[in-house]
Structure formats: structure tokens, C-alpha cells
């Protein structure tokens, strides 16, 4: 039996079919599931509007549960890994793009890449960027960008880095969801799981956000928002590279301060 949130993601979508287009999945992929998966959550909310809290309670508790005593920058710093997790998981649709076009910035580094996030939103469309994201991660063969942190540090796919980061993500309670092909070292999961130790979602005491940062996003993150700066097929893409790559500075330099 589905649980209420899916049952409400599905509704809201316009039926399991049209879930399934939206996500670029097929339709007994969605069938199939009892849940929404961890690692589709983000993506069902900006497709659908279902907030993530509905869709996966277990993982984001109310905001009036978990989050009530979180500080609002805080908050804020959630959000940025948020809309980062979303947008490195899958192209984003009509939907999403129209919302990124009307993000709103200020002089800072950050305000200055929702500006220019939002100038790339409004020169394109969901079709457009969903070929831009085929050339740029996936590819016939393999995309320019290998957003993996086992790739960025040793050259290689499935190397020790991920084997660190699964036992990190165990003590955290977070396990791979069925049908995902993905290792969990990719820059979207880890985006994510920094939003929820923000949100203080998991409750695990000894392993923070700063430890986190430092142990799986620190080492390589920055370079492969670099890349995606000035990467072959991006455009759109980046945009979305600046906003990365200016927010790891900001939590190196942020982190680096004493506690």
C-alpha cells in the first residue's frame, strides 16, 4: 500500500504516468514504489509541490519538530544545498526553471549567483536544459563531468572515498534506496545530506556538519563546481557551477573558524 505522501505526490501530478515523465523515469518504476525513495524527494517536491516533510516524514520531520530552533542563516544555508541537490540530481522542469527566473539577489557573492542563476533560467527552457544535463553527466559514453567524489580524488569510480562516505552515511541511518543506480558519492546526495544535518534531520550525535564538510565535500567539491564554471556544454549549467563553487568558499572559510 502507498503511503500518503506518494499517494499525494501522484494526485498532484496528475496520475503515476505523469509522475513517472515528469522524473524521467518508467511507469513501473513508480508503480513500484511503497514510498518516495530518499533520493527522489527533492525532485518530487519541485515537480509537484508536495513538501518534502509530506513526502518523507521519517527523513524531513515537520519544521515546527525539527528545525524550530535552527537559526535562520542556518536555514538559509539548507535551502542553497537544497536547490543545489536538486538541480545536480536531474534537469530541472518548466516549473522549477520559472521559479529560479524570478530568485531575487544583492551585492554578495551568493546574491550575485542568484542573479546570474536567474539570467540563465530565463534565457532557456526545460527541454534545452535537459539536453544540457545528457551532455554534461551523462553522454554517449560517459558526459564531461564526473560528478563522483571517488572520481575527483583518485581517477576512479567506486574507490575507498565512497567507501568512507557509506559508512558516515550507516552512522547517519541513511540507506541506498532500491532501483538507484547511483553511487552515493554523487554531489547532489552529498548536497542533500549537508541540507539535513543543517535541519538537524537525523539526530545522530558525532558526526556533524562541519565534520561532514570537511571528510566528504571539502577535499573536491569545489573543483567540480569549477568545472562545471566553464564546462563545454554548459550554460545554464554554469550558473549553477558559480552558485556551487561560491558556497564551498564560503562554508571552507566559515568552518575554518574556531567553534
Not at 518504476?29 to 511503497?34: A, D, E, F, I, P
Not at 532501483?179 to 554531489?187: G, W
Not at 539535513?196 to 567539491?221: K, Q, S, T, Y
Request: aromatic content about 8%; proline content about 5%; hydrophobic content about 45%.
Amino acid at each position: 500500500m502507498r503511503e500518503a505522501g506518494l499517494r499525494q505526490a501522484i494526485e498532484a501530478a496528475g496520475g503515476v504516468r505523469a509522475l513517472a515523465r515528469q522524473l524521467g523515469v518508467s511507469q513501473p518504476t513508480v508503480s513500484g514504489w511503497r514510498r518516495v525513495p530518499a533520493d527522489r524527494v527533492l525532485a518530487v517536491e519541485s515537480l509537484t509541490g508536495v513538501d518534502r516533510a509530506v513526502l518523507r516524514p521519517d527523513i524531513y520531520p515537520p519544521q515546527d519538530a525539527a528545525a524550530a530552533d535552527v537559526d535562520p542563516i542556518d536555514m538559509a544555508r539548507a535551502e542553497e544545498y537544497a536547490l543545489l541537490a536538486a538541480l545536480l540530481w536531474r534537469a530541472p522542469g518548466q516549473d522549477l526553471l520559472d521559479r529560479l527566473a524570478r530568485l531575487r539577489g544583492d551585492g554578495s557573492e551568493i546574491g550575485m549567483a542568484h542573479l546570474a542563476l536567474a539570467d540563465a533560467a530565463t534565457g532557456t527552457d526545460a527541454e534545452a536544459v535537459s539536453r544540457e544535463f545528457f551532455d554534461l553527466f551523462i553522454g554517449l559514453g560517459r558526459g564531461e563531468i564526473l560528478p563522483y567524489a571517488s572520481y575527483y580524488l583518485t581517477g576512479f569510480l567506486h574507490e575507498r572515498p565512497l567507501a568512507v562516505l557509506r559508512g558516515d552515511l550507516a552512522r547517519l541511518g541513511i540507506e541506498r534506496a532500491e532501483r538507484v543506480a547511483e553511487p552515493e558519492d554523487h554531489i547532489a546526495i552529498l548536497c542533500e545530506t549537508m541540507a539535513g544535518l543543517i535541519r538537524c534531520d537525523f539526530g545522530v550525535a558525532g558526526l556533524g556538519e562541519r565534520e561532514f564538510f570537511a571528510r566528504h565535500m571539502e577535499p573536491w567539491a569545489g573543483r567540480l563546481f569549477a568545472d562545471l564554471e566553464t564546462s563545454r556544454a554548459g550554460r545554464f549549467y554554469r550558473a549553477v557551477g558559480t552558485l556551487g563553487r561560491a558556497m564551498m568558499e564560503i562554508e571552507a572559510e566559515a568552518f575554518a573558524l574556531p567553534a
